[in-house]
């Protein structure tokens, strides 16, 4: 079959292969993939900065953003037909089983030893065929067919959204009502439209200007779009209840601690680059104590984002008709991956690879 | 009356004050002073730093760790008696009422305007007589009649402690085996034995040698003391599930940054000096989202954490006999306020001030 792979920690060396066709054992469920999602981790294993191939494998099939119909089940599978269209997640659990992953919250690690479809040490699913442990897979409705590809974008916020309010109502009385998204790719637009289901107001902030794609996605929610060249962090004269940092950027990482109100949270999504900067720590540590404020990171998603996230799909579809297919600002076919996997425009959101099943 | 008074952001005008005894009115019990305990905001106040005194009055009553009995009971109070052991708590509610005072949780407020006894625009405890909101009010059992003025600062802890927990177990499963406590103050100390309590393996650094009487203390318990001064934070070999930091040192609040393992938490409590430091802050943010790691800050305490450190406050008598006793290691009375507010060597760990109900 045909698959997109890296040799891992070797840039540049995307290519499409010719795989065998895997054998699903007693549990696991066989896929034919409709189609796959690119985003940053996808780069940067191509950069050979990041990137696992299986055990005794010299390649590893890129791809954790799917969407599939089921091909064939293990013999011990149960709950699932032939036909039916998935996701399946993407992390799965440690050799030593750890309390969070013999938990399915695998998406908590303690051992760091976790495994990732797509990204460490087993194949993902950009490939016409992929397999998958039956446990980790979650239905989805026929009407998402084209979209469902967007799940696994959206759990990284639907993670990072039921924690926040998790942490916060564990804590304290919080009605919160102001939110910034900082960052408005896939994932910040994705946000933006979560919190404003929830019926938040919302200002998102991202380095385009105020006419193009992304802005105009944004605002189509009924969220405000702030353009960070024309208005500095500084410049935002009031304090939100709460924060999510999508932009990746050091700078901004650190920006955000002074963006949320007393007994504010900052929920942190970013990889970030080694970045060396001065700070007046003694202020950020006694601004975090005086205002009770909270800072934390999220990383991955176990299931039960996957199922909540389909269910807010859904609701986000149902709401704004036109924004998840203007997310998806490109499709192409899995043979030419180099073109495919490079961005071809400033307003470009989110490419896709249609496989044969699509 | 005597009472230990300030004018407000003057430096050094600390002195023994002749004042009238307050007044009850219809929901307000009037305390009889047992005895005071200082601590770095009072040292803070004395310094002209902070503190806000009453309105429309010059003075500023301080001291906000107590131990009183019941004098006098307004005509609606209700479920207490004269001649109860009490301890009011610190905060009350701000003019506003917002949502966390209307619930009795001002330690939380949302508007920054809420009054402190002894610090912000209410008189202090540092008198012979003072007066309280009876619902602010914790009964205390007869046999803290001595040491029940380490309620206060145990409080502090029992927020951090028990919204440490509240929050971990909001978000994943937890089971914390180790937990490091930065200082060993009068409140890293009591923190010490509150995480020996609940039966974890706790290792206390501070700057004082392994054979100074805090490091006695701490190892009374049961737990691990270590010297920074022969430690640094650098050669510590493993990673915590929870670190608790109390020295109020930026420096030391970034390194506990490094400090948590996977799933870890920071709780941090200290008041920090301005600091300009360069950090990796790239790595910093990085860590805490790929670790899935929670920062947090906490002030002050509401009614619920004197209650639940009353009954700690036992255990703790109970377990270490002669540990909150030696935690007081200078009585004075009132006469002179200049020697029992400054600390007299390096020994030192908790001052009290003893009033005539003594």
Request: with cysteine.
């Given at each position: 079959m045909k698959a997109?792979?890296?040799?891992?920690?070797?840039?540049?060396?995307?290519?499409?292969?010719?795989?065998?066709?895997?054998?699903?054992?007693?549990?696991?469920?066989?896929?034919?993939?409709?189609?796959?999602?690119?985003?940053?981790?996808?780069?940067?294993?191509?950069?050979?900065?990041?990137?696992?191939?299986?055990?005794?494998?010299?390649?590893?099939?890129?791809?954790?953003?799917s969407l599939c119909r089921i091909e064939k089940l293990g013999p011990g599978v149960r709950g699932l037909k032939i036909g039916d269209l998935v996701v399946p997640t993407v992390r799965r659990s440690c050799p030593e089983n750890c309390v969070s992953c013999r938990n399915h919250q695998s998406d908590m690690c303690y051992t760091g030893?976790?495994?990732?479809?797509?990204?460490?040490?087993?194949?993902?699913?950009?490939?016409?065929?992929?397999?998958?442990?039956?446990?980790?897979?979650?239905?989805?409705?026929?009407?998402?067919?084209?979209?469902?590809?967007?799940?696994?974008?959206?759990?990284?916020?639907?993670?990072?959204?039921?924690?926040?309010?998790?942490?916060?109502?564990?804590?304290l009385i919080w009605k919160p009502e102001r939110a910034l998204v900082l960052g408005a790719g896939p994932v910040g637009i994705l946000a933006t439209?979560?919190?404003?289901?929830?019926?938040?107001e919302v200002d998102a902030v991202a380095t385009r200007s105020k006419d193009s794609v992304k802005a105009t996605l944004v605002e189509s929610t009924g969220a405000s779009y702030i353009n960070s060249k024309e208005m500095p962090f500084s410049s935002l004269d009031y304090k939100y209840d709460f924060v999510f940092e999508l932009t990746g950027n050091a700078s901004v990482a650190?920006?955000?601690?002074?963006?949320?109100?007393?007994?504010?949270?900052?929920?942190?999504?970013?990889?970030?680059?080694?970045?060396?900067?001065?700070?007046?720590?003694?202020?950020?540590?006694?601004?975090l104590v005086l205002g009770n404020k909270l800072h934390f990171g999220s990383v991955n998603a176990n299931i039960t984002y996957f199922q909540s996230g389909a269910k807010d799909l859904v609701r986000i579809q149902k709401k704004w008709p036109k924004l998840l297919s203007s997310i998806i600002t490109r499709k192409g076919g899995p043979d030419d991956p180099q073109k495919i996997y490079n961005p071809e425009s400033e307003e470009e959101i989110k490419s896709i690879v249609e496989f044969s099943g699509a």
């Open positions: 997109i792979t890296v040799t891992p920690r070797t840039p540049n060396s995307l290519r499409l292969q010719d795989v065998p066709v895997p054998v699903p054992g007693k549990r696991e469920v066989l896929l034919r993939v409709l189609r796959i999602g690119i985003c940053g981790t996808d780069r940067d294993i191509i950069s050979g900065f990041y990137g696992e191939a299986p055990a005794g494998s010299d390649y590893l099939i890129l791809g954790h953003e030893h976790y495994f990732e479809h797509g990204i460490k040490g087993l194949n993902g699913f950009a490939a016409e065929f992929a397999k998958s442990d039956s446990s980790y897979i979650v239905k989805m409705p026929e009407s998402l067919s084209e979209l469902g590809v967007l799940l696994e974008p959206l759990t990284i916020v639907e993670k990072g959204l039921l924690q926040t309010y998790l942490l916060q109502k564990s804590r439209a979560l919190l404003r289901l929830r019926g938040l650190v920006s955000a601690q002074d963006l949320i109100r007393v007994n504010g949270i900052v929920c942190y999504l970013g990889i970030y680059r080694e970045d060396q900067e001065t700070q007046n720590v003694g202020k950020v540590f006694t601004e």
